[in-house]
């Protein structure tokens, strides 16, 4: 099978690793139309079948297709993501509208659709576990999603559709990413330093030498690991107002990278494909498959969350006002001022200096942090394999061993941000559990951006950091743990306001003074982190959560009205964002988490178009389950771990995500928690 190309042959790798240093990016426009046109032989044989459809001769055969083209295509996603080059870019671009219209073409296969649709019709006759008839709502629900029941020339204006979404998609990703790798503030002298403590100073002089700077030079990236540091302490007003328009303006600027008008195209199509669904507005079409069903439901969390932030934030506001009157600052506070007073305020009050805690978090404690909570929790061992294939230097790659010692998944860690690595955190699978066939373990990503330490030096991590790596370590257990028969219910695979959940949980438990103090250790004298200073964290908990909330939920409520529009042609994003926002209230001395020329979420993808409220929903879904932990008087009590084990983080999308979280906590989710947790009501 396809002689020469390394993604054609059997991968006899250990685990079945792809052969990463084997791999060019020519070999992927051949490799995609041969799996393709595997995957299309499949499908034919299925809707050419004679024989009366079943469960098995259908759904479990639609199930067990394309796979692969799912293994070149997770290859080749990972590579983009993490190792991007001019070449790969270029591959992306070409394969965007065949692997749209190819998926297309799946979706609305009238011979297997029709299939499924006669087996919808009788589902209550066949005798169906509860997994086999959850695969076939969602096969038939997802065929219908995508097109399977227009009319013929709907279909292929669907099509069309889809294939034009997929070429805007990777360039809107481009140009991010253009934009970041373009921008360099460099800083030369002791004046331009002013402010920044050892550890800053410290990784921004790595990544000047990483990209070829003369010695005692410093680069600040557009990396948040780089970003928030600099706003945070810089003395020099004027750098953090450029750097801070260079981050919030990717995207949006004249130039080869503008998003603008690739934005409002995508807006566009995505409201023609609604109204082909018979819906008035792409969120009308989104929230249809989530938990949440309505943007009226959105909306109502959303605004509950809001009100309470704005009070908080003002009062936060009095506190940095303060602060820069103290420091001798009488201009009114601007956005690329708020993180650098604030700072000001935590250490006044909470005795809280960054640069005192990064030496307790060296990364490689911190990761062996996260492996011996979700060893208490599970059972699980990670066994470093530095003999096992990968496709950076900077990745390892584990075993992951179950509690009887059998082989349980791969999980492959990329740490560090990189030129052509795009910014943020996220997990990913290379391979999906599954045991529909041969029994397929899991080859589960966790990535993240963090700035790497100098050769010698470790790398330190802030403690928001520190939850971001206990946040994508979830993720990476829902699919570690995956106990699925069928692949395409597999791990996170989970409507998206569920699947926030395990990652945000995951988070609860670098938070408790008890785990802190055992495994936060400073990374020189190996003393752990005072009990003082635990304290004095847990007592800032909530210090400047009312700006956090506002950035967050605002970038919800832009994502949320924009898509929620019912015209033909979308509007101006810059001016639609900046109007919203006034009608909302919201402070310009805040901003916003993402705005919209560059917010991944929205339009490298669909998955969180109408949906970056998923972040809230599950929180209250995650305060809600700690609970339970709190409950039993152990944050790894045996039984409630194996509750969550069972049916959160094994069931996947087996299971409809409400009544998986009623199997575990026994009763719906209150929002109190979540509340409490933000200090927006009385504890």
């Known amino acids: 099978m396809g002689a020469g190309n390394p993604l054609l042959q059997d991968w006899d790798t250990p685990q079945g690793l792809p052969p990463f240093s084997q791999v060019e990016p020519a070999h992927f426009p051949p490799a995609f139309a041969h799996a393709m046109a595997a995957q299309r032989a499949e499908l034919d044989a299925i809707g050419r079948s004679t024989e009366p459809p079943s469960f098995d001769n259908t759904v479990a055969a639609l199930d067990a297709s394309g796979r692969l083209l799912a293994r070149i295509e997770a290859l080749f996603h990972t590579l983009n993501a993490s190792v991007s080059s001019p070449a790969l870019q270029a591959v992306q671009r070409d394969m965007a509208e065949p692997l749209a219209a190819h998926w297309s073409w799946v979706a609305m296969h009238a011979g297997v659709f029709a299939r499924l649709d006669a087996l919808v019709q009788r589902i ?32 292929q204006r669907y099509a069309a559709i889809m294939q034009r979404l997929a070429k805007l998609n990777t360039q809107f990703a481009q140009n991010v990413l253009a934009d970041e790798a373009s921008y360099r503030l460099v800083l030369r002298t002791e004046v331009e330093l002013a402010g920044l403590p050892d550890f800053a100073r410290a990784v921004m002089r790595q990544a000047a030498a990483e990209r070829g700077l003369p010695d005692g030079a410093h680069l600040v990236t557009l990396s948040r690991s780089h970003i928030v540091p600099f706003l945070t302490f810089s003395a020099r007003r004027d750098l953090r107002e450029q750097a801070w328009r260079a981050w919030v303006g990717r995207g949006e600027h004249e130039g080869d990278s503008d998003n603008r008008e690739v934005a409002r195209e995508i807006l ?101 942090a996260v492996f011996a909570c979700a060893q208490r ?117 989970v409507l998206r306001d569920f699947v926030e959940l395990p990652s945000q949980l ?53 994502d949320l009205a924009i898509h929620a529009l019912e015209d033909d042609e979308a509007p101006d994003i810059t001016a639609f964002e900046r109007d919203t926002l006034a009608r909302l209230g919201a402070p310009a001395d805040c901003g916003m988490n ?25 929180e209250v879904l995650d305060c809600d389950a700690f609970e339970a932990f709190k409950e039993a008087g152990d944050l790894f009590d045996p039984a409630t771990a194996r509750r969550l084990r069972e049916h959160i983080l094994a069931s996947g999308n087996s299971v409809e995500p409400g009544a998986a979280f009623r199997a575990f906590r026994g009763r719906d989710a209150q929002i109190e928690p979540m509340l409490r947790g933000r200090g927006l009501i009385p504890a």
Not at 601 to 607: K, S, T, W
Request: zero cysteines.
């Open 124 to 155: 209550d006759t066949l005798g169906l576990e509860p997994d086999q008839r959850r695969l076939l709502e969602r096969l038939h629900l997802e065929a219908v999603r995508q097109g399977a029941k227009l009319a013929p020339e709907a279909q």
């Open 594 to 618: 993402h705005r919209l020329a560059h917010f991944q979420h929205l339009f490298v993808g669909d998955g969180y178009a109408s949906g970056y409220y998923v972040y809230l929903w599950a």
């Open 268 to 368: 566009t199509l995505r409201n023609e494909q609604a109204r082909l669904h018979g819906r008035d507005s792409f969120a009308d079409y989104a929230l249809a498959d989530t938990m949440a069903q309505t943007k009226e439901a959105v909306q109502g969390l959303l605004m509950r969350v809001w009100d309470a932030a704005l009070q908080a934030t003002e009062r936060e506001r009095q506190a940095v006002r303060g602060a820069a009157l103290a420091h001798g600052f009488v201009d009114p506070i601007e956005a690329w001022d708020w993180r650098f007073y604030a700072e000001k305020v935590r250490q006044a009050q909470y005795a809280l200096d960054e640069a005192q805690l990064k030496p307790y978090f060296p990364l490689d404690a911190m990761v062996q």
């Open 506 to 558: 995951m988070e609860h438990w670098i938070a408790d003074p008890a785990v802190m103090q055992q495994h936060a250790r400073h990374w020189q004298s190996g003393a752990p982190i005072p009990a003082e200073l635990v304290e004095r964290i847990k007592a800032a908990e909530l210090f400047n959560q009312g700006y956090e909330t506002v950035r967050y939920t605002a970038s919800a409520l832009v």
């Open 377 to 493: 929790l599970f059972g699980l061992r990670f066994e470093h394999r530095p003999d096992w294939p990968v496709y950076h230097p900077d990745v390892m790659a584990y075993e992951v061993l179950d509690a009887d010692g059998a082989h349980r998944a791969v999980f492959l860690h990329d740490n560090f941000a990189r030129e052509g690595k795009r910014s943020g955190a996220w997990m990913n699978a290379l391979r999906w559990a599954h045991r529909n066939g041969a029994r397929q373990t899991p080859v589960i990503l966790n990535t993240n951006n963090f700035a790497k330490g100098a050769p010698g030096q470790p790398t330190l991590l802030s403690l928001d950091d520190v939850r971001t790596l206990f946040h994508e370590f979830g993720h990476g257990l829902h699919g570690m743990l995956s106990d699925t028969r069928y692949e395409r219910l597999s791990g996170t695979q």
